[in-house]
């Protein structure tokens, strides 16, 4: 989440002048979120291609625990909750294609995942 002041400038550390939140992905308790993500391949890059990705957890930036404690006085603990790699394809554009296989699953039973979204559309 990223917070703002009234002008709209992002809040890393004084959080308590924070008027508005700019962005936010969390992902609530229980919850998941579809994202896309795009980067650039480059040009020179044999495939096939593996992507490796992390889903990681902070409670909050090591920007603030210094500045609250001092430099180096604590440690922010970074949590893995979750990750997924693929092997990629090589398609003609030179663009690699991720295995649909690879992609990862969202962490709730589709009835589950309904009842959080509040529909009963499908996925």
Do not use: C
Not at 9 to 27: F, G, H, M, P, Y
């Amino acid at each position: 989440m990223h917070l703002g002041d009234r002008d709209g400038n992002v809040l890393d550390i004084e959080v308590w002048k924070a008027t508005q939140i700019l962005s936010d992905n969390r992902i609530l308790p229980k919850g998941y979120i579809v994202r896309e993500f795009s980067f650039r391949v480059p040009a020179d890059a044999v495939g096939p291609l593996t992507l490796h990705a992390d889903l990681n957890y902070w409670p909050f930036s090591q920007k603030l625990a210094d500045f609250l404690l001092g430099p180096n006085e604590l440690q922010v603990e970074v949590t893995r909750m979750a990750q997924v790699s693929g092997r990629g394809a090589e398609r003609r554009t030179g663009a690699p294609a991720l295995d649909r296989a690879a992609q990862p699953q969202p962490g709730l039973r589709r009835d589950e995942a309904r009842a959080w979204r509040g529909s009963d559309s499908p996925g």
